[in-house]
């Protein structure tokens, strides 16, 4: 056993206590040897290490080439956010099966959690001895200081990454009491999870603007020479800042008897590659280089990480030099070509994607080549494309691939929908299906009754619902029979009667939505038919192609951003009048419009409809069937659920709609007093409403409101996706060994 390793071990054992090493290690933990891990001659244990460009894994005496099958875990519940660190022990170990089942063989985390995760790791590991679920601990960096304070090495955020590093190496052996710290994880730990450790994995994506500014600050401080990291000649101030917080690391560690490999975050816009068509500046503005790091004294190794997703930054549609490559389909894929270039890259050490996949949402914000857009898919279709991106990783001799992510949270924001949901400290309370960010999990964390009410037309689950949470209203035209209504923390939910089954190629149902006053009061939609109180939104349903929710056109939140505000679209006059007449269809921007000195080139802002309602069914294995189905009839029964922001709302917990144009420039929200719908029969051929003589007028204010009380503990439920078992096969048909 080395001299420095002893000297360093007897210092740690003093500042730490017997006590304590012993509770961590003799009550919680396994010791090296019943985790089949390699004695190096200085008397360290390792259980994985790189080997050229592989992982390798020591088991049964011997070293195996290792491909790790991961998955990213997030810190959040729905109502609740990641700083309040709601996860109980239950949830981890219930959550560990399911990966386990899944194929899955690692875990990912961003940051410190709880003790309980410690202790239901070892907990879950000392029953599945043979075959364990690893950790690759993530250690969060000062993400908001680095940004706005643009150099790495200042004192108060070098002092707060070292702490937070020392305080993870201590958190996953077990072996500290972490303060009380606003937002972070805090307590006792005394779980020993280092043995069942994969990988340390520090930092966070790094803001380009932060790292150029901090090469230029401190160009000229020395390059970093530490005991187990080191900074090449080659290495930018930045790259020799990040030396030295891995070895940190790998010092912490190495007090512990362990090491193992060490690797920080990095992502596309700081790769090392350059990106002649990437038309963002700031997407390649500076690079930061695995490659000008170099471990020294340390068996374990490193290896490089990225956040590589097929539809983000843009170089991923414009960057000719990436279509040269072809999938196993024969198709132009510049993912696949993006892979293969990275990996030439580092030639000499292994790479692991750490992030990759695609949303189950209605919502997107981005376009991808082959439809590999980010988001717009139901669950079907996010488990043949994440399948499909895992396959490439594979084939492109990664050492790794760990999915984003195992479970939806709902306090995400998107920015082409956080403008729209006012007050944004709510987020976490709804689930808005036009945010995409929120839907990247394998495990959905569904609204309250969406275990419930299934869209297929069958009133059976609608008859088992309490007069209180289900109401019959009363606006309904010839034509419909009756309506009922009620609502959960994603959807608003009808359910129609009408006079005879829905005859689509002949008829639409059209159902006018009013929430505030103003609005449409006559419209094309409307013919012969006069309202006194405006509609928000028009809901029409009829033939697949033509069913949609449209809303007002002064009252589209989407014009009055990108079309008002910063006069990125055309918005007529006659389009922003009270009582328009005109409904539009329901968009979200994907790319906004870009030009130079900002980039290199002209385009325009881009946008896609997201308002349309797809027709099928939520029942799995039935004809029809698609997570994000909407609509269903069944004889002279229709059902119909409707996500929350397409009718205007910004925040269903407390009944908040989006305010009209009231002369500032902001979007504003403001309290409804709840919802006035309006149900009809419409003849296609004529276009007239069945039973509506021309110019009658309909007095909507007599109408029922159907409202709810304000919530702040969503009701939710968890569910494998579709997605879960298509991804399941795709892990399996994986080698695990190469």
């Known amino acids: 056993m080395g001299k420095t390793w002893i000297r360093r071990r007897i210092g740690w054992l003093f500042l ?12 919680w933990g396994p010791t090296a040897a019943q985790v089949d891990a390699h004695q190096t001659e200085e008397g360290y244990s390792l259980k994985f290490r790189t080997s050229q460009t592989d992982m390798q894994v020591y088991e049964e005496g011997e070293w195996r080439p290792y491909f790790v099958k991961g998955i990213n875990l997030g810190a959040s519940l729905p109502g609740r956010y990641p700083g309040e660190l709601p996860i109980a022990k239950e949830d981890y170990l219930r959550w560990f099966g399911m990966m386990h089942e899944l194929g899955t063989r690692a875990v990912r985390i961003y940051t410190i959690h709880q003790p309980v995760f410690y202790e ?64 972070k994880a805090s307590g006792t730990y005394s779980a020993n999870a280092g043995p069942y450790l994969l990988a340390w994995h520090i930092g966070t994506e ?51 008897g362990w090491q193992h490999p060490v690797t920080f975050t990095n992502w596309v816009t700081t790769d090392p590659l350059e990106h002649p068509g990437e038309p963002m500046l700031h997407e390649d503005m500076v690079s930061v280089d695995p490659t000008h790091i170099e471990p020294i004294r340390w068996e374990a190794g490193y290896f490089a990480a990225y956040h590589v997703y097929p539809y983000y930054p843009d170089l991923f549609r414009y960057d000719v030099s990436l279509q040269n490559v072809r999938n196993q389909k024969g198709e132009v894929d510049t993912y696949k070509a993006y892979l293969r270039k990275l990996r030439e890259h580092h030639s000499e050490m292994p790479v692991m994607v750490t992030e990759f996949g695609v949303p189950s949402s209605v919502g997107a914000a981005h376009r991808g080549l082959l439809g590999r857009d980010q988001g717009g898919h139901d669950e079907r279709e996010q488990g043949q494309i994440n399948a499909d991106l895992l396959r490439e990783i594979y084939e492109e001799g990664y050492a790794g691939a760990i999915l984003f992510t195992w479970q939806d949270e709902w306090f995400k924001r998107t920015w082409n929908t956080m403008r729209f949901e006012l007050p944004e400290e709510n987020r976490a309370y709804w689930k808005n299906e036009l945010t995409n960010e929120s839907f990247f999990g394998l495990l959905a964390m ?45 959807y608003v939910y009808f359910l129609l009667r009408l006079e005879q089954p829905l005859r689509p ?29 405006g509609l928000e939104a028009m809901i029409r349903l009829g033939d697949s192609d033509e069913s949609e929710v449209k809303i007002a056109s002064n009252y589209d939140f989407h014009k009055r951003l990108y079309g008002k505000r910063y006069g990125m679209l055309p918005y ?48 799995p294995g039935k004809q029809g069937y698609s997570s994000q189905a909407n609509w269903e009839t069944r004889g002279e029964w229709l059902e119909l659920r409707v996500p929350w922001m397409l009718l205007g709302f910004t925040d269903p917990s407390t009944s908040r709609v989006m305010r009209y144009p009231s002369g500032e420039g902001s979007l504003t929200s403001t309290e409804s007093e709840g919802i006035r719908v309006l149900a009809m029969l419409q003849e296609k051929a004529e276009g007239s409403i069945k039973g509506v003589r021309a110019g009658q007028i309909i007095r909507l204010t007599e109408l029922d409101r159907y409202s709810w009380p304000v919530w702040s503990l969503p009701r939710f439920s968890e569910r494998k996706k579709e997605s879960f078992s298509l991804y399941q096969k795709a892990l399996d048909s994986i080698p695990t060994y190469r």
């Open 120 to 183: 239901a790791l070892v907990e879950f590991n000392r029953k599945h001895a043979n075959d364990p679920l690893y950790l690759i601990q993530g250690i969060w960096s000062p993400e908001e200081a680095l940004i706005e304070k643009k150099d790495a090495f200042l004192p108060e955020i070098r002092t707060e990454f070292r702490n937070e590093i020392e305080y993870a190496v201590g958190a996953v052996y077990g072996d500290i009491t972490i303060p009380e710290r606003s937002g």
């Open 505 to 533: 190629e002949r008829e639409h149902v059209v159902i006018g939505i009013d929430t505030i006053p103003g609005g449409n009061r006559e419209a094309q939609e409307l013919p012969g038919l006069r309202l006194d109180e």
């Open 446 to 490: 569904d609204a309250g009754l969406e275990n419930i009410l299934s869209i297929d037309g069958d009133v059976e689950d609608w008859d088992k619902l309490k007069d209180n949470v289900k109401k019959h209203m009363n606006g309904t035209m010839p034509g419909i029979r009756g309506m009922w209504m009620t609502h959960d923390e994603a």
């Open 206 to 256: 790094w803001d380009p603007e932060m790292v150029k500014i901090t090469n230029e600050k401190r160009a000229e401080e020395p390059r970093y020479q530490g005991d187990h990291f080191q900074a090449s000649a080659e290495a930018s101030a930045f790259e020799s800042w990040l030396a030295e917080m891995l070895d940190l690391a790998a010092e912490q560690e190495a007090m512990r």
């Open 572 to 619: 007529p006059d006659e389009e922003q009048r009270d009582n328009s007449g005109l409904f539009l269809p329901w968009k979200l921007a994907v790319s906004l419009e870009m030009s130079p000195p900002d980039t290199k080139t002209t385009h325009p802002l881009e946008e896609m409809t997201v308002g349309q309602l797809r027709r099928g069914t939520t029942v």
């Open 16 to 27: 730490t206590g017997f006590a304590g090493l012993a509770t961590g290690y003799l009550l």
